[in-house]
């Protein structure tokens, strides 16, 4: 199974302007370097959480149907599935209906059942395409406070220390990060 990732969040967990005033700033001079930091931080906190901040639209990518009819999503959490399609012998790409999936939003990590007929595959690898959206909600205020809080944190951190740190502590998250991010962080598949 392959996550490919199609379009990026339509706007960060923290805007601009949240982490401009939280650092007390009253210059825009380095406000693309506080977007990129804002922006890393956001990937820093999904990494550690399992969890994607605000709604994206991803691709899961399998070479055939699993046993058992259940698909274990290595995103969450999942919104909405968008479409699904299958490749036939020709690589044509033939629909999935819509009532042969079931998406099952409150498994921890989120599942996809087949429910009724599928297409049958017709290549080796990467038969199967399923499309999703998958975060919090489309805006920063559908991500959780917390998690908010730890992308505006970590961002504000790195702007502060820039090249301070070293060694070890330059490889792991802060324990205040991570103190954020532990009521959110998704069970490993």
């Known amino acids: 199974m392959t996550p490919l990732a199609l379009t990026p969040p339509a706007q960060e967990p923290v805007s601009l302007a949240e982490a401009r005033a939280f650092l007390r700033l009253d210059q825009t001079a380095e406000d693309d370097l506080l977007a990129t930091l804002l922006t890393a931080a956001r990937l820093m906190v999904e990494a550690a959480s399992g969890r994607l901040l605000v709604d994206q639209a991803w691709r899961i990518v399998l070479d055939r149907w699993p046993e058992g009819g259940e698909i274990r999503l290595p995103l969450s959490p999942v919104g909405t599935l968008t479409a699904a399609r299958v490749y036939d012998a020709l690589g044509a790409p033939q629909p999935v209906a819509a009532t042969a999936l079931e998406l099952d939003r409150t498994a921890d990590p989120p599942v996809l059942r087949i429910v009724g007929e599928v297409p049958e595959i017709g290549r080796l690898r990467g038969a199967i395409e399923i499309d ?49 991010i532990a009521p959110f962080r998704r069970t490993r598949l």
């Open 132 to 180: 999703l959206v998958a975060g919090f909600g489309p805006t920063a205020q559908s991500v959780p406070a917390l998690l908010r809080q730890a992308v505006l944190r970590l961002a504000a951190r790195w702007f502060e220390h820039r090249g301070d740190v070293v060694g070890r502590d330059a490889e792991a998250l802060p324990t205040e990060i991570m103190a954020l």
